[in-house]
């Protein structure tokens, strides 16, 4: 479900009820530098319930969805070894599918290769582009809009280095678990009471000291191509530290984003 929607507390209550154990399955939350501004859960709740894979991973280094991968397949394991159920909590889509459909195994294309890739689709502009990719992998064209730059390039060089279409990688692609092995719950709550939880939220995330924790991740230097630079708040706040915006102006920004 959406941030704020109340996901964490009420997996608190299942996990009491069903004897389970909490996975985290939100990108953010894996951060140990960033624990106010992705309202990690409480330690009161930690205390009553088990949860993992939250907040054990540096914002110095980056992290995957392979890598959660692997490491929530261990935890599965290590609970129900104990006779417990895993309850996996968290707003990252694509988490949620690489578990429950499986994570494709595209090798690994080499920087030099993709480089060439995108300077040639500069070069050429997206049009023309397009159409060298549909001569190249005629499936694209079921599967990708023509103004779509990001996914174009991602399907040629694909395509080009492991002379298979990405369709045929996902064709591929299963999961070792089976579709009766998951139980899922989305939180749809109605658009005005999330708004006002998110208000609340910022809140209390900007009362807390998330304008300081923002300052010591600046001082981090992470990359601005770090997934971590993305955790809401981030860039508001740093506005808010350059003296861009003020305070009011900066919990506008929180909370529409």
């Given at each position: 479900?959406?941030?704020?929607?109340?996901?964490?507390?009420?997996?608190?209550?299942?996990?009491?009820?069903?004897?389970?154990?909490?996975?985290?399955?939100?990108?953010?939350?894996?951060?140990?530098?960033?624990?106010?501004?992705?309202?990690?859960?409480?330690?009161?709740?930690?205390?009553?319930?088990?949860?993992?894979?939250?907040?054990?991973?540096?914002?110095?280094?980056?992290?995957?969805?392979?890598?959660?991968?692997?490491?929530?397949?261990?935890?599965?394991?290590?609970?129900?070894?104990?006779k417990?159920?895993?309850?996996?909590?968290?707003?990252?889509?694509?988490?949620?599918?690489?578990?429950?459909?499986?994570?494709?195994?595209i090798?690994?294309?080499?920087?030099?290769?993709?480089?060439?890739?995108?300077?040639?689709?500069?070069?050429?502009?997206?049009?023309?582009?397009?159409?060298?990719?549909?001569?190249?992998?005629?499936?694209?064209?079921?599967?990708?809009?023509s103004?779509?730059?990001?996914?174009?390039?991602?399907?040629?060089?694909?395509?080009?280095?492991?002379?298979?279409?990405?369709?045929?990688?996902?064709?591929?692609?299963?999961?070792?678990?089976?579709?009766?092995d998951?139980?899922?719950?989305?939180?749809?709550?109605?658009?005005?009471?999330?708004?006002?939880?998110?208000?609340?939220?910022?809140?209390?995330?900007?009362?807390?000291?998330?304008?300081?924790e923002?300052?010591?991740?600046?001082?981090?230097?992470?990359?601005?191509?770090?997934?971590?630079?993305?955790?809401?708040?981030?860039?508001?706040?740093?506005?808010?530290?350059?003296?861009?915006?003020?305070?009011?102006?900066?919990?506008?920004?929180?909370?529409?984003?």
């Amino acid at each position: 479900g959406p941030t704020a929607s109340g996901k964490s507390n009420f997996a608190v209550k299942v996990a009491k009820k069903i004897n389970g154990e909490i996975i985290n399955a939100d990108s953010m939350q894996v951060y140990k530098e960033l624990d106010i501004l992705t309202a990690r859960p409480q330690k009161k709740n930690c205390s009553l319930i088990p949860h993992h894979l939250y907040g054990f991973h540096s914002v110095k280094k980056k992290f995957s969805t392979g890598k959660w991968l692997k490491l929530a397949k261990q935890k599965i394991k290590d609970i129900k070894n104990k006779k417990k159920i895993p309850i996996f909590v968290g707003g990252t889509g694509l988490y949620f599918k690489a578990l429950t459909e499986g994570l494709v195994k595209i090798p690994n294309i080499p920087i030099k290769f993709r480089s060439n890739v995108r300077t040639l689709q500069k070069k050429i502009g997206q049009k023309k582009f397009y159409q060298k990719l549909v001569n190249l992998d005629p499936s694209s064209k079921r599967t990708i809009n023509s103004s779509d730059i990001q996914r174009s390039i991602r399907a040629y060089e694909v395509k080009a280095y492991t002379k298979k279409s990405l369709n045929e990688w996902f064709k591929e692609t299963k999961s070792e678990y089976k579709k009766k092995d998951f139980y899922k719950i989305y939180f749809d709550i109605p658009r005005i009471e999330l708004i006002k939880n998110i208000n609340e939220r910022t809140k209390k995330m900007l009362n807390k000291g998330a304008i300081l924790e923002v300052k010591k991740f600046l001082r981090l230097s992470v990359g601005n191509d770090h997934s971590a630079r993305k955790a809401i708040g981030v860039s508001e706040i740093g506005d808010f530290l350059e003296e861009k915006y003020d305070l009011n102006e900066t919990f506008q920004k929180i909370s529409i984003k």
